[in-house]
Nanobody, 124 residues
Framework: QVQLLESGGGLVQAGGSLRLSCAAS????????MGWFRQAPGKEREFVAGVNLSGGTTYYANSVKGRFTISRDNAKSTVSLQMNSLKPEDTAVYYC?????????????????WGQGTQVTVSS
């Protein structure tokens, strides 16, 4: 089992940047593919970005491709999401998730553990 704790959310103006971090504890972090999801009010939780076990493969939702970058540091048991050129539609609670699969995937059911979330608000 792994425990996940997100940080780095906040309020930012459109066009600005934020960096989210997720610290993992428990079982060996490098055993999990990692992902970031988000959930806006009244909407379903949606995939944002994912990274494989080694960090060598990353993948993104089309809505954030070219603006967001996911990375992981297995030595520090952390995964980060650098968010640039933020838009009001990026406003949501962002969740870190861990998958026991080699490739986490794009769907919620492919992830086994979740953090509590961190709020990101982008003002226009």
């Amino acid at each position: 089992q792994v425990q996940l704790l997100e940080s780095g959310g906040g309020l930012v103006q459109a066009g600005g940047s934020l960096r989210l971090s997720c610290a993992a504890s428990g079982r060996t972090f490098s055993s999990y593919a990692m992902g970031w999801f988000r959930q806006a009010p009244g909407k379903e939780r949606e995939f944002v970005a994912g990274v494989n076990l080694s960090g060598g493969t990353t993948y993104y939702a089309n809505s954030v491709k070219g603006r967001f970058t996911i990375s992981r540091d297995n030595a520090k048991s952390t995964v980060s999401l650098q968010m640039n050129s933020l838009k009001p539609e990026d406003t949501a609670v962002y969740y870190c998730a861990a998958s026991q699969r080699l490739y986490g995937g794009y769907e919620k059911y492919e992830y086994d553990y979740w953090g509590q979330g961190t709020q990101v608000t982008v003002s226009s």
